[in-house]
């Protein structure tokens, strides 16, 4: 789906699979301290690069905040942001008192929507972000994976991929939050029952610098050497060149990738095929 562009009003964040989450008609911008507003409790993004709210707080010094925020009315004269806190902060650190916003009554299912929206539409979230997010759409608010699939515009394959990351160990789920790994090395990853196995097979990736389609070869080579499912044990970086071996000496044979070196494993398994295999090394 074609993303659209920010700065032309909240409409342009609502895709036209979702026009009955919110009223969209015009509303009156307001100038509200920055002290009376709190962050949303439901913002799916939990990483600001520094670097870029920096950058963004020093445009806003020079040219101000040139779309307002959407924001809630909460008690004690306080208001909750809807979306926005890039803006938001980017304000504080200009050294702004006010920000223009737009005030909205909204459910906390319509704030943690249009949240999760305004990051999606720009691409903000990382892939572990967006999971989260769906699953508390899903836990906190009934949501089916049909529903959040009809109300982002998205498939419901790719709702329910993203759902899986936090199957993930803990340890992949920071490298994918980091981006060390894509979303592609993930679902091949998940396409391991084992923990440990998603684990060697992590370490792989990195060492080896391994595309998603040498990850998904390697472990396609581990099945074809006859077993169900792929071993810790067995998992190699070197899946194509440990096939074209076993073709040229008619055996076993393994590679090992160490930190500088390595080994290679060349399995016999009588005295004569020990005999075979010296006489093809030796000449």
């Keep these: 789906m074609e993303k659209k562009a920010l700065g032309k009003g909240l409409g342009a964040l609502l895709p036209e699979s979702l026009p009955k989450i919110l009223p969209i008609e015009r509303e009156a911008t307001l100038e509200i301290p920055l002290e009376r507003i709190v962050p949303n409790r439901y913002q799916p993004r939990q990483t600001f690069k520094p670097g870029e709210l920096s950058q963004l707080a020093e445009s806003v010094k020079h040219n101000g905040v040139l779309q ?6 909460k008690a004690d004269g306080l208001y909750e942001l809807i979306a926005g806190e890039r ?11 006010t920000i223009p916003a737009v005030v909205r009554n909204s459910s906390d299912e319509q704030s943690m929507q249009l949240a999760l929206i305004e990051n999606l539409q720009r691409e903000d979230l990382n892939p572990m972000e967006e999971a989260r997010a769906y699953y508390r759409l899903v836990t906190e608010f009934g949501l ?11 498939d419901r394959s790719s709702i329910a991929n993203s759902l ?7 340890e992949i789920k920071e490298l994918v939050e980091s981006l060390r790994i894509s979303m592609g090395h993930a679902k091949v990853l ?14 792989l990736i990195l060492d080896g610098q391994l595309s998603v389609r040498q990850a998904e070869q390697l472990i396609a ?14 998992l190699t970086a ?7 071996l076993r073709k040229r000496l ?10 500088k070196g390595g080994r290679i494993e060349i399995h016999y398994f009588e005295p004569a095929d020990l005999d075979r295999l010296v006489d093809m090394l030796l000449g």
């Design 68 to 73: 307002p925020i959407l924001v809630r009315r």
């Design 87 to 97: 803006r938001y902060r980017a304000a504080k650190l200009a050294g702004l008192k």
């Design 144 to 154: 089916t994976q049909e529903g959040l699939a009809q109300r982002f515009g998205k």
């Design 164 to 170: 899986r990351l936090l199957n993930l160990p803990n």
């Design 190 to 203: 998940l396409g391991l029952s084992r923990p440990e196995l998603q684990l060697k097979l992590v370490k």
């Design 221 to 234: 080579s581990e099945l074809r050497t006859g077993k169900s499912k792929p071993s810790a044990r067995r």
């Design 238 to 244: 070197f899946p194509d060149l440990e096939e074209k």
């Design 250 to 259: 008619g055996t076993k044979v393994g590679i090992h990738k160490g930190r």
